[in-house]
């Protein structure tokens, strides 16, 4: 009892300023909670000066009479209010004519690219699941495509794809003889096929790679009672592997989609400054509207109008797949 006296009096006599220290850690605590969104600033401010600044000045060019007449002091060009989005959306005029032209071969362009890109990286990595000798060689001689930089993968392809001496036309007419005479894959319509060729061979490494470590997360205990069951190797992708990669495929599409619509390198490296028609892609026709022509204007009403479009399109797919996602954990 004497022992345990001087420390309750201790505790009674404490000075009446010791009660108020503990509102005071109030401010340590508002530091710690600031702490990540001044560790996110740099990364916030670096997006705002090279993405939202330059989509804010391409937004307020639409809305402007900007041709090469004003490149000098673009501010002093005059409005032209919807005037630009008016000549872009008359489908009857030549302009608009040729953009939905464009926007026709892109949307064609962009499904068959992004189907077979899935497609043939969902194959190889349900096929790269099974143990055998060189299998670690063998995905990464896979993932050679996609680490090239894109402009030596797709010069390379146009050495390919040449007239007399390409690789392409040697070993379909010369070779096996599937071709009467050397075709021209740079050119007419069958531009389109040597750009989807360029795209799913420089894509579907993307895709393989994304559903190969999908695949880790799906038990193999799952497989083993299947197979117990007596299903096989179609019935096992069919139950198992494709219902488990219901989400990685859904962001893998999605991504798919947004690069491949939105791919200058490809078509500009391949065919140059004027693409055939047959692969005239919305990106590069907005970079001739705006650099050829040099009615910038007209050319950032055409870029409002794709980004508009994408913004629908990833939001409708967004609402359809999480409404589905939903049904199913239902």
């Given at each position: 009892?004497?022992t345990t ?104 362009f ?9 497609l043939?990286?969902?194959?190889a ?45 040697h070993v ?5 003889h599937?071709?009467?005479k ?9 531009s ?15 895709a ?7 695949l880790?997360?799906?038990?193999g ?25 219901r ?50 204007g007209?050319?950032?009403a055409?870029?409002v ?17 999480s ?8």
């Amino acid at each position: 009892m004497t022992t345990t006296a001087p420390a309750e009096a201790a505790v009674q006599q404490s000075p009446p300023g010791t009660a108020e220290k503990a509102p005071r850690r109030r401010p340590g605590r508002i530091r710690r909670i600031g702490l990540p969104y001044l560790l996110l600033l740099p990364a916030l401010l670096l997006e705002l000066l090279v993405h939202l600044v330059p989509m804010v000045i391409g937004i307020v060019m639409s809305f402007k009479e900007l041709t090469q007449f004003y490149i000098r002091d673009w501010g002093t060009a005059p409005w032209s209010g919807l005037d630009n989005y008016k000549v872009s959306v008359d489908f009857d005029a030549p302009v608009g004519e040729a953009l939905l032209h464009s926007f026709l071969v892109t949307v064609a362009f962009t499904l068959l690219s992004v189907g077979l890109c899935w497609l043939i990286g969902t194959t190889a990595a349900i096929y790269m699941q099974d143990t055998f000798r060189g299998r670690g060689l063998l995905r990464a001689l896979f993932l050679v495509p996609y680490a090239l930089p894109v402009y030596a993968a797709v010069i390379t392809w146009v050495f390919m794809f040449q007239h007399d001496n390409g690789l392409v036309n040697h070993v379909l007419h010369d070779q096996l003889h599937l071709t009467d005479k050397p075709s021209f894959w740079l050119i007419g319509d069958n531009s389109f096929y040597a750009l989807l060729t360029v795209s799913v061979w420089k894509g579907w490494p993307f895709a393989f790679l994304i559903v190969m470590a999908g695949l880790q997360n799906i038990p193999g205990e799952l497989y083993e009672a299947a197979a117990l069951d007596g299903a096989g190797m179609w019935q096992q992708i069919r139950r198992i592997t494709l219902p488990s990669l219901r989400p990685v495929n859904q962001v893998l599409v999605l991504v798919l989609f947004l690069w491949t619509f939105n791919d200058f390198n490809t078509p500009y490296v391949l065919f140059g400054k004027a693409a055939p028609e047959a692969a005239d892609l919305i990106s590069v026709h907005i970079y001739q509207a705006s650099f050829v022509t040099w009615n910038f204007g007209t050319g950032s009403a055409m870029s409002v109008l794709l980004l508009l479009f994408l913004l629908v399109v990833t939001g409708v797919y967004l609402a359809l797949t999480s409404r589905g996602r939903r049904a199913a954990d239902a």
